[in-house]
């Protein structure tokens, strides 16, 4: 499923306009991203956890020229399903 379907998807269950759902698929992403951004944590109940982790600065090679390089430290995004979601999917 890609971002249209997920839209159609909402559409049809929800009973929206296709352009009302565009817009509420969007907010929340929108909503899930600049939460991240500012290092909060997105809960949601049932369906799974949304959350930053930093992770170091380290060494690696090129695979072209096994050549040494550093790889800048970064944060992350992080989703860690919830127990709803485990059950609906096993």
């Keep these: 499923m890609n971002?249209?379907?997920?839209?159609?998807?909402?559409?049809?269950?929800?009973?929206?306009?296709?352009g009302d759902a565009t817009?509420?698929?969007e907010g929340v992403f929108d909503?899930?991203?600049?939460?991240?951004a500012k290092?909060?944590?997105?809960r949601l109940v049932g369906f799974g956890t949304f959350s930053t982790a930093k992770r170091k600065a380290s060494t690696g090679r090129n695979p072209r020229t096994g050549e040494a390089m550093?790889?800048?430290?970064?944060?992350?995004?992080k989703f860690k399903a919830g127990k709803?979601?485990?059950?609906?999917v096993n």
């Design 3 to 18: 971002k249209n379907d997920l839209i159609s998807a909402v559409a049809d269950s929800s009973g929206l306009s296709r």
């Design 23 to 25: 817009k509420a698929v």
């Design 31 to 36: 909503s899930i991203t600049s939460a991240l």
């Design 39 to 42: 290092g909060d944590e997105v």
């Design 70 to 77: 550093t790889i800048k430290a970064s944060t992350q995004p």
């Design 84 to 88: 709803g979601l485990k059950d609906a």
